[in-house]
């Protein structure tokens, strides 16, 4: 039987559009079998949704022969944060999965959990890096997309350092992701192991002039990758502006270990996953009363479903259509909107009183690229993102930038965007940045001859029930919520 070989990725499908002939040739002898079934390459949905650019395909058919340790080094071939995707991805490749028309979807992220996990337990580590091209890059910013470039670019034996402002690296996944969701030993332990590749990493350092950082370290390549940390701020009249705080300094503190006065009743403004975090974790600060509000109705908001639906178990509740217009504690005065016919939220006048001791401001997050400004050729968007060619390039030839660009703002977004820079890093440093564009065609449900697939139910996570994620203020209930990790 004639096969074409397989390429990177590939799902291979047999043409049986020649099977009446075939069964016909099966009564000749010799050479006079002619037709011959044929095997065609297809991409499967869930690599091609995978913005991190896994090949999930391969380690999974790994995973499933009991081949761990060759799954887990599969997996990192392309990511190396297994463990951290498993318990914080929004796992797109399952919303695609052609299996969930047969039965369900494969569960991608409990799988690639449990392979980071093993990797932790049994001290798998990254295979040893290529040979040293004599080659520098600076990394800006210690978050998912810059350990993920420093990762593959030390990979190919180039010399990588990483300066962060954060006093530990991990930037967002550090200090935006909540405790629960991210354990901090689970995010050492990959960031560790990175580590000894050989990266330098600088923490507790602002970089103020990248030229300056860039000719002092004689630096061939610089990939800025901060991320967004700068919250967005609306005018809202407040008698006492201490009882409104920013979600991302709000999330950073209380991963630090402090713990914010949120009183009784918080409300979040906001839409995104940002405010969803902000909520669930004043919930377990002890917050009695959390509403979401929200401008726009519910299929318009940006934050995940998943994540939308466990705060509503956790008690959350949202406020559809809704914007503040003044907040004087206790009472927060909100206005009631409605949508228009391109769904746009339009004022009605008709307002609304709530109890409210905090505010709590989600309103999305914007890039500080001023250190930037000294880079000749470096241009910039009118809300500060840094424009890049297909290459991620900057106008400043050797230096690109990655989740400071107009993004979806997630982990496994950054962390593709850190496997790209650095194969064009990579590319540029050895004088081959030429765009080779590579399109395969994605296999379909249709494609599929399900006789070839058995039935197997879809594995189911543990977590612990919405009323013990949410225990209170108390000491001993403080320790509880530090401890338990509902939901990974």
Same mark, same amino acid.
């Given at each position: 039987?004639?096969?074409?070989?397989?390429?990177?990725?590939?799902?291979?499908?047999?043409?049986?559009?020649?099977?009446?002939?075939? *069964?016909? &040739? !099966? +009564?000749?002898?010799?050479a006079? $079998?002619?037709? =011959? %079934?044929?095997?065609?390459?297809?991409?499967?949905?869930?690599?091609?949704?995978?913005?991190?650019?896994?090949?999930?395909?391969?380690?999974?058919?790994?995973?499933?022969?009991?081949?761990?340790?060759?799954?887990?080094?599969?997996?990192?071939?392309?990511?190396?944060?297994?463990?951290?995707?498993?318990?914080?991805?929004?796992?797109?490749?399952?919303?695609?999965?052609?299996?969930?028309?047969?039965?369900?979807?494969?569960?991608?992220?409990a799988?690639?959990?449990f *392979?980071? &996990? !093993? +990797?932790?337990?049994?001290?798998? $580590?990254?295979? =040893? %890096?290529?040979?040293?091209?004599?080659?520098?890059?600076?990394?800006?910013?210690?978050?998912?997309?810059?350990?993920?470039?420093?990762?593959?670019?030390?990979?190919?034996?180039?010399?990588?350092?990483?300066?962060?402002?954060?006093?530990?690296?991990?930037?967002?996944?550090?200090?935006?992701?909540?405790?629960?969701?991210?354990?901090?030993?689970?995010?050492?332990?990959?960031?560790?192991?990175?580590?000894?590749?050989?990266?330098?990493?600088?923490?507790?350092?602002?970089?103020? &002039?990248? +030229?300056?950082?860039?000719?002092?370290?004689?630096?061939?390549?610089?990939?800025?990758?901060?991320?967004?940390?700068?919250?967005?701020?609306?005018?809202?009249?407040?008698?006492?502006?201490?009882?409104?705080?920013?979600?991302?300094?709000?999330?950073?503190?209380?991963?630090?270990?402090?713990?914010?006065?949120?009183?009784?009743?918080?409300?979040?403004?906001?839409?995104?996953?940002?405010?969803?975090?902000a909520?669930?974790?004043?919930?377990?600060?002890?917050?009695?009363?959390?509403?979401?509000?929200?401008?726009?109705s519910?299929?318009?908001?940006? +934050?995940?479903?998943?994540?939308?639906?466990?705060?509503?178990?956790?008690?959350?509740?949202?406020?559809?259509?809704?914007?503040?217009?003044?907040?004087?504690?206790p009472?927060?005065?909100?206005?009631?909107?409605?949508?228009?016919?391109?769904?746009?939220?339009?004022?009605?006048?008709?307002?609304?009183?709530?109890?409210?001791?905090?505010?709590?401001?989600?309103?999305?997050?914007?890039?500080?690229?001023?250190?930037?400004?000294?880079?000749?050729?470096?241009?910039?968007?009118d809300?500060?993102?840094?424009?890049?060619?297909?290459?991620?390039?900057?106008?400043?030839?050797?230096?690109?930038?990655?989740?400071?660009?107009?993004?979806?703002?997630?982990?496994?977004?950054?962390?593709?965007?850190?496997?790209?820079?650095?194969?064009?890093?990579?590319?540029w440093?050895?004088?081959?940045?030429?765009?080779?564009?590579?399109?395969?065609?994605?296999?379909?449900f249709?494609?599929?001859?399900?006789?070839?697939?058995?039935?197997?139910?879809?594995?189911?996570?543990?977590?612990?029930?919405?009323?013990?994620?949410?225990?209170?203020?108390?000491?001993?209930?403080?320790?509880?919520?530090?401890?338990?990790m509902?939901?990974?």
């Open positions: 039987m004639r096969i074409t070989r397989p390429e990177r990725g590939g799902v291979a499908r047999s043409d049986l559009t020649a099977l009446p002939d075939l *069964l016909h &040739d !099966q +009564a000749r002898a010799g006079e $079998r002619s037709r =011959r %079934p044929m095997y065609v390459d297809l991409l499967p949905p869930c690599n091609n949704a995978c913005p991190a650019g896994e090949n999930i395909q391969a380690w999974l058919a790994h995973a499933k022969g009991g081949r761990h340790e060759q799954a887990w080094r599969q997996l990192v071939d392309d990511n190396p944060f297994a463990s951290i995707h498993g318990r914080v991805c929004y796992h797109p490749c399952e919303s695609v999965c052609n299996r969930a028309n047969l039965d369900s979807a494969v569960s991608i992220h799988v690639e959990r *392979l980071g &996990d !093993q +990797a932790t337990e049994h001290g798998w $580590r990254f295979e =040893r %890096p290529a040979p040293p091209s004599g080659k520098r890059v600076l990394i800006v910013g210690a978050g998912p997309s810059g350990l993920s470039s420093a990762y593959h670019l030390s990979r190919r034996g180039h010399h990588v350092e990483i300066r962060d402002a954060g006093d530990q690296p991990g930037g967002m996944m550090r200090y935006g992701i909540p405790k629960y969701r991210l354990p901090r030993e689970v995010l050492d332990a990959e960031i560790e192991r990175i580590a000894a590749l050989g990266v330098q990493f600088t923490c507790g350092h602002q970089v103020e &002039d990248l +030229a300056a950082e860039r000719r002092a370290g004689n630096f061939d390549a610089v990939f800025v990758a901060v991320g967004a940390h700068l919250a967005k701020r609306v005018d809202v009249p407040a008698a006492d502006a201490g009882t409104m705080l920013d979600a991302v300094s709000f999330l950073c503190d209380v991963a630090s270990g402090k713990r914010p006065a949120i009183g009784r009743h918080v409300a979040v403004y906001g839409g995104g996953d940002t405010a969803v975090d909520a669930r974790v004043a919930r377990r600060l002890g917050a009695e009363d959390t509403v979401i509000i929200y401008r726009r519910k299929s318009y908001m940006p +934050a995940h479903r998943q994540e939308v639906q466990e705060a509503e178990r956790e008690g959350v509740r949202i406020n559809w259509l809704r914007t503040i217009t003044a907040f004087d504690r009472e927060l005065q909100v206005e009631v909107m409605q949508l228009d016919e391109s769904g746009r939220p339009m004022p009605t006048g008709r307002c609304e009183t709530l109890a409210a001791d905090t505010v709590i401001m989600a309103l999305g997050q914007q890039t500080e690229s001023a250190f930037m400004g000294s880079m000749p050729g470096v241009q910039f968007d809300d500060g993102s840094v424009r890049v060619s297909a290459s991620m390039m900057t106008g400043c030839p050797g230096v690109f930038a990655g989740d400071m660009v107009p993004c979806e703002r997630t982990v496994t977004v950054a962390v593709g965007h850190g496997n790209k820079a650095a194969h064009h890093i990579d590319a440093l050895r004088g081959d940045l030429a765009e080779r564009p590579w399109k395969h065609p994605v296999a379909t249709d494609d599929l001859h399900l006789w070839y697939f058995g039935d197997a139910g879809r594995r189911q996570q543990p977590e612990l029930a919405p009323a013990q994620r949410v225990i209170g203020s108390g000491a001993t209930e403080a320790w509880l919520y530090w401890s338990a509902c939901l990974g």
